[in-house]
């Protein structure tokens, strides 16, 4: 069972830029992706897209696209999420899962949660 840990979050001014990291204990071969979630204050949980661990299959929430970038250390078993240009909107907690299933824009795919990391962003 995949026993994601997130890190890399703090407080930062808008426009700057973070780089999440989603560290993945106890991947087997069976495991496809990585999905990365976020939940603001008061919200629902959102999808926000997913990597694949090859690296070669990403999936992007539309709103995010144009500023949200996935990547994968298959070797380290870590899964990346740079943000850049970020918006005060962008303020929540940012969680990540596994699925190992391809079809990774289906966010009821993803389980094995981690505890998250907190994105606080000062207008």
């Known amino acids: 069972q995949v026993r994601p840990v997130e890190s890399g979050g703090g407080l930062v001014q808008a426009g700057g830029s973070l780089r999440l990291s989603c560290a993945a204990s106890?991947?087997?071969?069976?495991?496809?992706?990585m999905g990365w979630f976020r939940q603001a204050p008061g919200k629902e949980r959102e999808f926000v897209g997913a990597?694949?661990?090859?690296?070669?299959?990403?999936y992007y929430r539309d709103s995010v696209k144009e500023r949200f970038t996935f990547s994968s250390d298959d070797a380290k078993n870590t899964v990346y999420l740079q943000i850049n240009h970020l918006k005060p909107e962008d303020t929540a907690v940012y969680y990540c899962?596994?699925?190992?299933?391809?079809?990774?824009?289906?966010?009821?795919?993803?389980?094995?949660w981690g505890q998250g990391t907190q994105v606080t962003v000062s207008s």
């Open positions: 899962a596994s699925t190992d299933w391809m079809q990774i824009a289906d966010p009821t795919k993803f389980s094995n």
């Open positions: 106890g991947r087997t071969f069976s495991d496809y992706a």
């Open positions: 990597c694949s661990w090859t690296g070669d299959h990403t």
